[in-house]
Each structure stands twice: as structure tokens, then as C-alpha cells.
């Protein structure tokens, strides 16, 4: 699957992944940082393999997808103004 993350306010792309928890990462340090309502301005396209393209997630929407992929880290819609460390540090690993 092939995930694209955009800023639907100002039409901003951050990037194209391949990894679902790298995206939801980043969803979540954006909304960590800027806060939940944020997230209400990211939109989350998603591809399969084989071309199916797969309803957008933004919002509560989307929030949800990060907390339900990524539990271990908070809630996405919680804003504690801090921004995740490296993938090292995520797991523990020096």
C-alpha cells in the first residue's frame, strides 16, 4: 500500500510512504505539536497494490487510525507540545 500525506489547507504534500507507521509518525507529531484540531487539515490518501484508492482519513478519522496502529505512544489527539524522537528511541534502543 502507498500512503500520501497532505496539508488540504495550503495543498502541501509532506511526502509519499510506503510504511503505514511512518506516516501515522508523522501524523502524530504534527498533531502532538500544532494540536487535535490539526488533523482536520491533514488528509491521508491511501493506494493498494493494485490500484484500489482507498477513502481518505482526516480528522477524528485519522486520529483514531494512529492511535489504533500506533498505541504505545498516547493519543494522537492528546497535544502535549512534544515531538516523537527518532525511530531508535521510539523502541528503546540507544
Known amino acids: 500500500m502507498t500512503y500520501t500525506l497532505w496539508d488540504t489547507e495550503t ?7 510506503e510504511d503505514e507507521r511512518e506516516v501515522l509518525a508523522l501524523v502524530r507529531t504534527l498533531v502532538n505539536h500544532y494540536g487535535a484540531r490539526y488533523a482536520d487539515d491533514l488528509g491521508l490518501g491511501r493506494v493498494t497494490a493494485d490500484g484500489t484508492i482507498l477513502e481518505p ?4 478519522d485519522l486520529i483514531a487510525r494512529v492511535d489504533e496502529v500506533l498505541p504505545d505512544r ?3 489527539g492528546a497535544s502535549s507540545g512534544a515531538l516523537l524522537g527518532s525511530r531508535g528511541q521510539q523502541r528503546g534502543v540507544a
Open 11 to 17: 495543498s502541501n504534500q509532506f511526502g509519499e510512504f
Open 57 to 60: 482519513l482526516s480528522g477524528a
Open 74 to 76: 498516547g493519543s494522537a
